[in-house]
């Protein structure tokens, strides 16, 4: 194993989601690794760190009272109220809800709230054993963790070569579709890649918003949208490389 892919592999060893070949692979790399073992240790040390009870303070009473928006009803009329009512009341208050759901996802989203969507996923996505479902750098692993997960065969490249090597995937939603999600690395950042099967095509279009630079274009049938914080630029090359066909393997 080289450092590269211990790096890659690194949260995912500590939260034991490593399979047993790449587990002996790290603790045998670690072992001769003196570099790689000091960010171990540095990562075990602040994840114990940030465990430690003493840094969790109970909420005041003053802040827990304007948590409380709803009036409780009178205890007479909490009493006459049969179960039966109560159950009804929440049912349709379910229902209500729901119904508003369904008419607020029955179409495509906007570009902006699609542009949201992308970020919100993102950041998810950067929470602990939220990044990859299926980590791999070998287009080979990742391509075909998806299939019967999702209803089309995803895009999946190596541009290890470019500076982006290919880190793993995950199933997430946007748009209210299944979509794929591949995850490719650019030093320190993360990039987000979502694509899901498109009817209609439509021209590149890039975002910033945040911190954040989105991009978002369809060709072939699929629809595909990049999110990361890295440099714009680089972006925008690393898209520029994922059409490339001649990077297609």
């Known amino acids: 194993m080289m450092c ?80 039966w009512s109560m159950a009804a009341g929440l049912a349709a208050a379910f229902l209500l809800a729901g119904t508003l759901w369904v008419g607020e996802v029955h179409g495509p989203a906007s570009p902006d709230l699609l542009v949201n969507e992308a970020i919100s996923g993102h950041l998810r996505s950067l929470q602990a054993a939220h990044l990859m479902d299926v980590v791999s750098t070998d287009q080979h692993t990742v391509k075909p963790w998806f299939e019967g997960k999702l209803d089309f065969s995803p895009r999946v490249k190596e541009l290890a070569s470019e500076g982006f090597p290919l880190a793993g995937g995950r199933l ?40 954040y630079t989105v991009i978002r274009w369809s060709d072939h049938g699929m629809r595909f949208l990049v999110v990361s914080d890295v440099n714009p630029g680089e972006l925008k090359q690393f898209v520029l490389a994922f059409q490339n066909e001649e990077t297609m393997r």
């Not at 590269?4 to 690794?33: F, I, N, P, W």
């Not at 490719?184 to 498109?198: F, G």
């Open 4 to 83: 590269e892919d211990a790096r890659l592999l690194l949260h995912a060893y500590l939260d034991d989601e490593l399979d047993a070949a790449q587990s002996a692979s790290m603790v045998g790399h670690l072992k001769t690794c003196s570099v790689c073992a000091a960010s171990y240790s540095d990562h075990t040390r602040l994840r114990k760190a940030l465990a430690q009870p003493g840094l969790y303070r109970k909420a005041p009473d003053a802040l827990r009272q304007q948590w409380t928006t709803v009036k409780p009803v009178a205890p007479r009329a909490r009493r006459a109220l049969p179960t």
């Open 172 to 211: 997430d939603a946007i748009d209210g579709h299944s979509v794929a999600a591949l995850v490719y690395r650019r030093r320190l950042h993360v990039i987000n890649l979502y694509q899901w099967p498109a009817q209609t095509e439509s021209v590149q279009q890039t975002t910033q918003q945040n911190g």
